[in-house]
Every structure is written in C-alpha cells, then in structure tokens.
C-alpha cells in the first residue's frame, strides 16, 4: 500500500470532517441573526425604516416598527404585517433544526454521499423559502382592501426580493443580511466537504491498485506536489 | 492756452452731483456702521458664522425666560431659531399645558389656580459646577414658585411655591451639584403674612431667602429658609470650586423704603450682597436651631409614569435667624443698588453689578475668608456682620460704562459686563480689571449669556445679549414691538456682532449648553407600554365609554388617521364630559390633536406618542358636535373627525360608541 496516498486520504477526509463541522456550526449561528432586511425611505423617514426577517420572527428597528410600517401600508390596504400569521415563523425554526440534526449524522458518518445528500437537500430547502418569502410579498404586495384610502389603478405593492425598488413616495431596499450569508456558507462547505472527502470507492481502489490515482484524489496530490 | 482753474457751468453740473453721492455713501456707510456695530466683521463673514445649512444642527441650544408669558423658549445657536416654547407657570392654548386635567394641578397655589406668572432666570442643573443637561430651572417672579423642566422631554414636571417670600427674583440658582436650588424674595413682606399699617415697614417687614433641596431624582422640597432685613433681594449666585459651600445674593433698597423707591431706595451710597454659608445652615438645621414658621405652600410633582401632576399641600417651614447662628451670614458692602451677583469660573472672584454707578466691585473669597477670621467688621445689621468693604475689595473695573447689571464669563479669563444705560457689552480681564473690548447692543442690554458663562466651565465662543428695546432694529409691528437677541463670537479679542435676532416675550436671563450633551438624552416617544395614566387606552378594543352619574369618561385612542371611537351617543344635557384621550402611535413626530366645539373652558389638546391627556367638556346646547384631530397628522387628517351627540335629558338616547359601524 502506498503510505503516502493513504496519509494524503486520512488529510484529506479530515479536512472534510471539520468543513463539515464548520458547516453545521455556521447553520448554528442563522438563530442569532437576521435572514433578510428590508428598508424603506420616504419624505417623512430620512433615516429609513428597518424590518428584519430571521428564521422565527420579523423585527424592526425598535419595537414599534411593524406596527408603524403597518400604519402606512394601511393607506394602500396592504395587510398588516403580523408574525404570528405566518406559520413559516413557527416551523422553519424546526426545520432548521432538522438540518442541523442531518449535518450532524453527515459528520458522524463522514461518508462523500452523506455530505452531498446533506448539502444538496440544504439547498433546496434554501431555494424553498426563498420561494416562500417571495410569495409572501407577492401576497402582501397585491391582495389590497378594496376599501383602501388610496387607490392607484394598477399599481401593487411587492417589494423587491433582492435589490432595489420605487414604490410610490417609498424606496424599499431589500437585501440578504448575516443569517443568509451563514445559510449560503453552510451549503458551500458541505459542497466542499464533499469534494474534499475521498469516497470509500476510492479508498477501495487505492486499496486494490495502489498506484492508481483516482480522479478525485489525482488533482489534490498534483496540487499538493 | 491758459489751464482752465474753473471748470464751465456745464462741468460743474456732474461734479456736484458727485460730491452728493460720496456725501451720500459716506453718511450711509457712517449710517450702517452705528446700527451694525460689526466693528471689523463684514456681514458675508458674519453670516457664514451664524449661517446653519437646512438640515444641519445648531451647536448649543439655549433657553430664554420668556419673562411674562411665563414660559421658555428654546431656541438654536448660532442661528437663533427657535425650535419650541415650554410651557411653565402659564396655560398654553397651543398644547392645552394648563388646559388638560392632567397639567392643571403644576398651576395650583395656595391661592388657587394661578394662570399666569413672570418667568426670569433659568439655570441648567450642574454637576461639579458644570451644567449637565438634566435640568433645567426657572422662578416664577409674581407668585413666589421655582419651576423644574425635564430636559428628556422639554416638559414642566414639578412647580414649588415658596412660602413667605414675594416677588422671586433672586432664584432659582443653583449650588455647585445642583443640591439646592435658592430663591429669594425681591420684596420684603410682613412674616408670616398680616394686616399691618404699609408705614410700618421697619418694624414689621423681613425677606427670606428660601433654599430647595434637590432630591437625585429632581424632585424639590422646600428645606429651609433665612430670615433676612426687609431689603429687596435681588439676584444671586451660588459659589463655585473653594467657593461652592457658599451662596451670594444682591440687595437693594436697605434704606426700607416702601413707597417711591425710585429715589428712597437710591439714596445710600452702598448696599450689600449677602454671603450665606449653606453647609453651616445645614447644621444649624440639623441641630435644630431653627423656627418652625407658619406658611401654606404647594408642590406641584408631575409623576412620568401616570403623565399626571399632583398637588401635596405642605404647612409651616424651617426658618433660620441670623443673630441666632454666627457665621451663617455676613454682608459685603456693595456700591449703588447692585443688580447681579457673579462668581468667576475659579469660584475667587464675585462681581457686583452697582446698576446705579459706573464701575464694577469685584469681591475676593479669599479675602473674604480672611476678613471674617480676623474679625474685620463694619458694625452689623440685624445681628449680621457687615465686612470691611476694603478688606474684601479685590479691585475696580473702571468701566467708563453706565449702568452694569450682569456679567458673564469666558474660559480665558475675561468677564464680560452689560451695561443697561450706556447700552454696551464690556469686556474686561479678571485680575487686571483692565477694559479690553466693548460694543454697542441695541438695545439697553438686561442680562448677558455666554453658554456654561456662570459655571466652572465657559465654552466661550458666543455672547448672546438680552436687549430690553428695539425701536428701529425691525420691521415695526405697531406700538408693541418684540425684544432681542444679539450674538456676538468672543473666540478672538475683539467682540463680533453676528446676529439680531427676535425673542418671546420678556427674556430676562438665559443659558445654554452644547447641542452634544442635550440631543443624545432626548426621548423621540412616550412609551404606550409604560403609560400608567389611569384613564389610560392602549388598544382600539379598549376604547369605551363609561357613564358615572352625570359624569361621563370617554376612553379615546387617536392613531392615523382616525379616533375609536368616533360616534358617540348618550350624552346629556348637564353631563361633564372627559375626553380622555390617547395618542398610540409609537412614532417619532406623529403627533396628534383634539378639539371639540363649544368648549368654554379649555382649549385644546396636542398628544406625543404614547401620550394621554384629559380634556373636559360641558356641553351647553342640544345636537350633534364635532370633534376633530387639530394637528396635520397625515393624508388623511382632514378626515380623522367624530360627533358626540348631545341630547336633551327628557329624551332617552342609549350610550352608545363605535368607529366604522355602518
């Protein structure tokens, strides 16, 4: 057996294991953070007014501020925007927790296919509420009381998922915040996890045919060399 | 050809024509040059100074006594804006301070509701000599009172009356960590109060001088009071630094004149400016050396929390007498009626203001010290040692002035004098006593304020004088013309005029602090969660109507853009009714009003956020009346109305109530 290709595996699943661990922990820290955060300016609002979206709660800058954005979307028959009528806030919070469970096993297993099944399913869950947030201002931005004070044939009020956006005498700004930036991380390191950890097929090969080099750990003992 | 030595007639046409224009620009310029009193300062260099961009800050605020509308303006330095009035001993229609149930009590004497008052002096509270931004003071001159602002909220939150005083002039200074505010009577009276014949004024009249504990809370409480001659007291100033133990108080009129005393208060070449040692009262109070006084008196106590004021009735006071505590206060002979008393930012010098001489005594607290240890006496009066008036004197600043009556300091040194009749700021050096500068104000200066310019520490870098006239400085506006302002910049030798600027009312005394110690402590809201008003409604669905007798209390919120509720039927005839209003929005400057026809008694109301407010109402006529939001609150203000229905009580008409019911 050739120690030095086995040395080089051991590494290179080692590595593996703490990405992983990295990735689980990055997931950790998404409860401590705000997801999203949209900010609106306006004449009266020089220094704009924040809404944060975390995982189990909206918030703004102090504790008056949905109920004061809600004060003006009123005049257009938005909604009120009011967290305990958006289940999501209840269940992503276990969901969340769910993955971070999974990652854990992933990393016990330490298996390539437990680190991709993991992060693929990650993602998708990413790109899933995403998705729901984006229905969520679609909803908000156009189911308007018939009854509103302001009416303006046409017009709704969805603001942007990312980016920038004018609406009326209001621009929202909407943008990722640290919690995303924690999610986006976490589904990179396991990627990467996986891409770093040398299958058991691999191993088996090195195993059998000593000198053969895989595809997977050819590159990293040219890179090493 | 011969020159020509006199020009043709048709030369000389052009030539006189031009003689009457440099006449004419000379006299301009001469003319300009009298009313501006720039001195070297050009007016684009005057207004860059004083000019703050839209949407900039002012650096100091300051706070003008607003003299008889009893009230205090707040206004921005360097520009002169006035950013608002505060309302203090007297009603203020335009936010129903005084009107509402909740503020009338901050009004209560032992009199009775008093409307009205004369408001002088505000003093920022101190800590270490040096304002802090708590606080902020202000004496009510008419019916003895010393008023507290809080400065988070730029509300009156407590009154006190002072009994046995008159005219609270010489108030409300405070000592070096604000642990007394004083006040002392400017008019001698009989104490306690009695019907005596006016000419016994020798045997009968005396003036206390009051001192008020400040609690760390803010809260006052009248801690006892010295039993002075019947003389007038007439401005004061607590030490500072080696001084701090001590409070200083001008006199006039030790004649005991009490009629005419434009001239019979006039006729002794010295009064005196009394020196009371606080501490040593303090121990005569604590060692029982006092008198219990008779004396009924209010304090009037705005509790933050129920954003109501109460009125505690207090009886009898501590009153110390002079002869009876040797060293609690001695006199310092000082020339001519002085006006002001003045301590320098050292704490060593005190400056008397002769109103009626040329020149300016400046008194030495060591020397002082040193005069009462060596027994250095003048004879006594009322059992009060009077100093040697050389023993103390630390010099004489030949002002070539007429008419001193306040003087402010810089944190260089200089002290900076007003002169009312020679209408003039002088400039002058502690220590020296030399003149260095002086400018004309227009005019008849009063007091002077230079920010921190009564503390240990001056941020000299503006003088505002208080002129008493205006004549031709403005627009006229009939007869009653408005009083004024005027900045100058004292960060180089000379003093620059910068700005006139218009006040309200009668600004006497004034103060101010740098914008960075007081904007930071400046609350946006009321919180709605902390609100414990009885009457309080925090939500829409606990607004309600209760009828109690022939009292009815309706529970009212007011939020863009609509009341709940705003129907409301079952009102009699011969009903009180109080609109107890809450204004639950929680965001900054979303105020809102209310007013409702035919209310005889009160004005309106204007609600902060988070704010609650009573107004009462009697009806008088049968029919339907509306109520509406006075302040433009939004889009939709115009429609942010209600009726109360009014009915007759022979009829039967339920108590109803309701918003949006079809």
């Known amino acids: ?225 | 050809m011969k020159p020509k030595i006199f020009p043709q007639q048709k030369q000389l046409i052009p030539l006189f024509c031009g003689i009457i224009t440099i006449a004419g620009l000379l006299l301009s310029s001469c003319n300009s040059h009298s009313s501006g009193g720039q001195g070297a300062i050009s007016a684009q260099e005057a207004a860059q100074q004083v000019y703050v961009a839209p949407g900039q800050y002012d650096e100091f605020y300051a706070f003008m006594s607003g003299g008889y509308n009893g009230q205090v303006s707040v206004y921005g330095l360097p520009s002169g804006r006035l950013f608002k009035i505060i309302p203090v001993f007297s009603q203020n229609p335009e936010n129903g301070y005084g009107y509402s149930e909740e503020t009338k009590p901050l009004l209560m004497t032992s009199y009775g509701f008093i409307p009205w008052d004369d408001a002088h002096h505000p003093e920022l509270s101190q800590t270490d000599g040096i304002p802090d931004g708590r606080w902020l003071f202000i004496n009510a001159n008419n019916t003895p009172r010393v008023a507290r602002i809080d400065l988070k909220t730029f509300e009156t939150v407590e009154t006190i009356e002072i009994p046995n005083s008159a005219g609270n002039h010489s108030s409300p200074f405070v000592t070096e960590n604000t642990e007394y505010v004083v006040a002392g009577t400017r008019f001698s009276v009989p104490i306690p109060q009695k019907d005596v014949p006016i000419a016994s004024y020798k045997q009968n009249f005396g003036g206390v001088l009051s001192f008020i504990k400040v609690a760390p809370s803010g809260d006052m409480d009248l801690a006892f009071q010295v039993m002075m001659p019947g003389f007038d007291y007439d401005l004061a100033h607590a030490g500072k630094g080696k001084s701090k133990d001590w409070v200083f108080f001008t006199c006039y009129n030790s004649e005991e004149a009490h009629t005419l005393l434009e001239v019979n208060a006039s006729q002794r070449d010295k009064d005196f400016v009394a020196a009371i040692n606080w501490k040593k009262a303090e121990e005569y109070v604590q060692q029982g050396k006092y008198h219990e006084f008779p004396g009924t008196y209010y304090d009037n106590r705005f509790d933050t929390s129920t954003q109501t004021a109460h009125s505690y009735v207090h009886q009898g006071v501590k009153v110390l007498i002079p002869s009876e505590c040797p060293g609690l206060v001695y006199f310092i002979p000082a020339p001519k009626s002085p006006h002001g008393v003045d301590v320098d930012p050292s704490g060593n010098y005190i400056v008397a203001n002769g109103k009626l001489s040329a020149d300016l005594s400046v008194f030495s607290f060591d020397k002082i010290q040193q005069a009462i240890q060596q027994k250095q006496f003048d004879g006594e009066v009322n059992g009060i040692p009077v100093l040697k008036f050389d023993a103390v004197l630390a010099g004489v600043v030949k002002s070539g002035g007429l008419g001193p009556l306040h003087t402010e300091f810089d944190d260089k040194g200089n002290a900076y004098t007003t002169f009312f009749i020679s209408s003039e700021v002088v400039k002058w050096k502690l220590g020296t006593w030399q003149v260095e500068d002086r400018q004309p104000t227009f005019y008849s200066p009063g007091h002077l304020m230079i920010p921190g310019g009564d503390s240990r520490k001056p941020w000299g870098k503006y003088l505002v004088a208080l002129n008493k006239i205006t004549k031709d400085r403005y627009l006229p506006t009939g007869p009653e013309l408005c009083q004024s302002a005027q900045l100058f910049d004292i960060s180089g030798d000379k003093m620059k005029l910068l700005l006139d600027f218009p006040t309200v009312g009668e600004p006497h005394f004034a103060q101010a602090i740098p914008a960075s110690i007081l904007m930071p402590r400046s609350d946006k809201i009321y919180q709605l969660a902390s609100n414990h008003n009885p009457y309080v409604t925090r939500t829409e669905k606990d607004a309600k109507v209760v009828r109690k007798g022939k009292r009815v209390d309706v529970y009212m919120t007011e939020i863009r853009s609509h009341f709940v509720p705003d129907n409301i039927e079952g009102i009699y005839l011969g009903d009180t009714v109080y609109f107890h209003l809450t204004n639950i929005e929680q965001d900054w400057d979303a105020a809102h009003g209310f007013a409702v026809e035919g209310n005889r008694e009160n004005a309106e109301l204007l609600l902060m956020p988070g704010q609650t407010k009573t107004l009462k109402w009697v009806p008088v006529r049968v029919g339907v009346f509306p109520f509406y939001c006075t302040d433009f609150c939004s889009a939709l203000h115009q429609e942010m109305q209600g009726y109360v229905r009014v009915s007759s009580p022979n009829d039967n008409v339920a108590l109803t109530w309701s918003t949006g019911k079809e």
């Open chain 1, 1 to 225: 057996m050739d120690l030095k290709h086995s040395a080089m595996k051991t590494k290179s699943n080692r590595t593996a294991s703490w990405l992983m661990l990295g990735a689980v922990l990055s997931s950790v820290l998404i409860y401590f953070f705000p997801l999203w955060k949209i900010t609106l300016y306006a004449p009266q609002y020089p220094q704009g007014i924040r809404m944060y979206i975390w995982i189990n709660k909206i918030t703004g800058d102090d504790a008056y501020t949905l109920q004061n954005i809600n004060i003006l979307n009123h005049y257009v028959g938005m909604k009120d925007i009011d967290p305990h009528a958006v289940p999501e806030l209840y269940y992503f919070p276990y969901a969340l927790a769910g993955i971070i469970f999974l990652g854990v096993i992933a990393w016990l297993i330490k298996k390539r296919w437990t680190y991709l099944s993991w992060a693929i399913l990650y993602a998708l869950s990413g790109a899933i509420a995403i998705y729901d947030f984006y229905l969520w201002e679609y909803d908000y931005g156009h189911h308007l009381d018939p009854k509103a004070p302001i009416k303006i044939p046409g017009m709704a009020y969805q603001p942007p998922l990312i980016g920038t956006k004018h609406l009326l005498n209001f621009t929202a700004i909407s943008l990722p915040e640290w919690a995303a930036v924690f999610m986006l991380v976490s589904v990179v390191l396991g990627f990467v996890a996986y891409w770093c950890c040398r299958s058991s097929s691999d191993k088996q090969l090195a195993d059998h045919h000593p000198n053969i080099l895989t595809s997977s750990s050819q590159s990293r003992v040219l890179s090493h060399h």
